[in-house]
């Protein structure tokens, strides 16, 4: 059976940040005229870590269910772990899931959790709807058994992402 991949895509954070990414420079631009040069970088800073943040906390988090292997890319961190040591999947009160393993340790799952809405106010269906997506990830796919261990690496790349626009920012401000 093939992979299959729940990725999140929740437009809270993309509608946030496109809107903060118009606003910032604007009032940017309009409250500081005393150096042409300066604003007009310091905005473009702005709005690339913007927008990294909401790439970052949308489409660049994901789940993969296979067969042999679970992969669970969060923000800067990649877990692969191999499908027998995966115990069961555990909701957290609504705020979010949890990968709970065999041994008890428990890898957050970056791929459902509510941003930009306070947790209270979602309610019961519209929270049970989206944790069915995810668990049925589990229950279509059966394990086969594999042995191994958690694998875990940072992601380079979306830490690089991360910080070359906070570099530009630093950078832009010593000129």
Known sequence: MATQKYRRWEAPPLLAGALLAVGFPVAVLVNWPHQ????????????????????????AVWVSVG??????ANWLVIHRVPRDLVDRVEEVDRLGMDLVLTDGARIGLGAWQPSLVPAA????????????????????LPAAPTGGVVRRRPRLVNIALLAAPIVGFWIVLGL
Request: aromatic content about 4%; overall charge positive; glycine content about 4%.
């Open 36 to 59: 042409p040069v300066k604003p007009p970088l310091l905005a473009a800073c702005a709005v690339a870590v913007l927008l990294v943040l909401c790439y970052l906390d949308g489409p």
């Open 67 to 72: 067969p042999e292997r679970v992969t669970v």
């Open 121 to 140: 106010s979602r309610s019961r269906g519209r929270s049970a709807h989206r944790s069915r997506r995810l668990m049925a990830l589990f229950a279509d």
